[in-house]
């Protein structure tokens, strides 16, 4: 059985940083493109980042770009999300998704519950 665990989330100010983690389980962790979505409440859920099997190969959405950076240990099976520069905009609930396509792809198979993650202003 597939499982992704988010972690990391919390109440941070504006400015401030955090660092989500995900733990996979039960799949081929080195052979799946990893990512993270977020959902704002009454928003639809948006792409946020994704990372290639190697993390030779990064994407962000263009509104964290320069203040997110996503990577991968995979010998952990985690995949990470540093986020700086926090702005209340950013809030939402964070979910990690895995996939067996490509980082250009929005199509994944497995979805993590979320961690909630609150700026202040």
């Known amino acids: 059985q597939v499982q992704l665990v988010e972690s990391g989330g919390g109440l941070v100010q504006a400015g401030g940083s955090l660092r989500l983690s995900c733990a996979a389980s039960?799949?081929?962790?080195?052979?799946?493109?990893m990512a993270w979505f977020r959902q704002a409440p009454g928003q639809n859920r948006e792409f946020v980042a994704s990372?290639?099997?190697?993390?030779?190969?990064?994407r962000y959405w263009d509104s964290v770009k320069g203040r997110f950076t996503i990577t991968r240990d995979n010998a952990k099976n985690t995949v990470y999300l540093q986020m700086n520069n926090l702005k209340p905009e950013d809030t939402a609930v964070y979910s990690c998704?895995?996939?067996?396509?490509?980082?250009?792809?929005?199509?994944?198979?497995?979805w993590g519950q979320g961690t909630q993650v609150t700026v202040s202003s």
């Open positions: 990372i290639s099997t190697s993390d030779a190969n990064t």
């Open positions: 039960g799949l081929t962790f080195s052979r799946r493109t």
């Open positions: 998704a895995a996939s067996w396509r490509s980082i250009w792809s929005n199509q994944y198979d497995y």
